[in-house]
């Protein structure tokens, strides 16, 4: 595909504090952070010998290339879908990896071809969708039949948990959050809704496999502000989306709970559906 390639939804990699460049940084810890939890559900769902896997809404490649590492056949194609050609720069900037392909596109409309690949995931994109069940039916469609379809993706209502707990001091802003990001589109909710956006797409077997870890895990919550801090919240406090009190409370609060060692146990689920 030719030209730039503008990503849709409510994903703004430039919006985050910091631009593209901290984006990338983020994207890389958070697949450090998770991407062994989510392969161990998808890899009885990945082909064991030869075939292919879509990485859709790869950005940046940093999972893509994890992915090509965990396959088992080297001779198994992997191809990363992404609508943003400033993350995709990045992605083929990095040392190249064998066996890997990076092709610009939208994923409600990916330039591949039906049918092409055993195994088509998506990870922490469907919450950015305004359409999810077209994007899951047109990402369906790559999947050969007898294949596989797999969402990762969070609920922010079903988040985890934190001890001591963080959440009558963050509600507010967080709440923030997740309606300015409705507002685009998008929906911080969405895994909840997973089981029934992948039936309405045509997919059977419908399977929800949950995940967690634990800041421990990671050397500590420090570890994870990446993902948590109420940093991440000051361009929606430049946009006047969320409010300077709401976010100078959840930021005493995070700073509170790194200073006390606090401990969070956070949870992810990964949805797959079988292609007839």
Do not use: K, N
């Amino acid at each position: 595909m030719s030209g730039t390639v503008h990503p849709g939804g409510s994903y703004r990699p430039q919006a985050e504090r910091g631009g593209v460049p901290s984006e990338v940084r983020r994207l890389e810890t958070q697949a450090e952070l998770s991407w062994a939890h989510e392969w161990r559900v998808l890899a009885e769902w990945a082909p064991a010998a030869g075939g292919a896997v879509l990485d859709a809404g790869c950005g940046t490649g940093a999972v893509t290339r994890r992915l090509r590492r965990q396959l088992a056949d080297p001779g198994t194609r992997v191809v990363g879908l992404d609508a943003d050609e400033r993350l995709l720069a990045v992605a083929r900037a990095e040392r190249p990896v064998d066996g890997i392909r990076y092709v610009a596109g939208d994923v409600a409309r990916p330039p591949l071809h039906p049918a092409e690949f055993d195994l088509v995931l998506a990870r922490y994109v469907f919450q950015h969708l305004a359409d999810p069940v077209g994007a899951a039916r047109a990402l369906a469609g790559l999947v050969r039949p007898g294949g596989w379809f797999a969402v990762v993706d969070v609920d922010a209502g079903l988040w985890g948990c934190a001890d001591p707990d963080l959440s009558a001091f963050s509600a507010d802003a967080y709440r923030a959050l997740g309606s300015a990001q409705a507002a685009d589109g998008g929906d911080r909710l969405v895994a909840r809704r997973l089981p029934r956006i992948l039936r309405a797409a045509g997919l059977t077997e419908i399977v929800v496999r949950p995940f967690a870890y634990t800041s421990d895990e990671v050397g500590g919550v420090a570890a994870l502000a990446p993902q948590l801090s109420p940093e991440r919240l000051l361009p929606l406090v430049e946009r006047g989306a969320v409010g300077l009190g709401a976010y100078a409370r959840a930021m005493a609060a995070w700073e509170r709970f790194v200073a006390l060692d606090g401990f969070t146990l956070l949870l992810g689920f990964v949805v797959g559906g079988r292609v007839r």
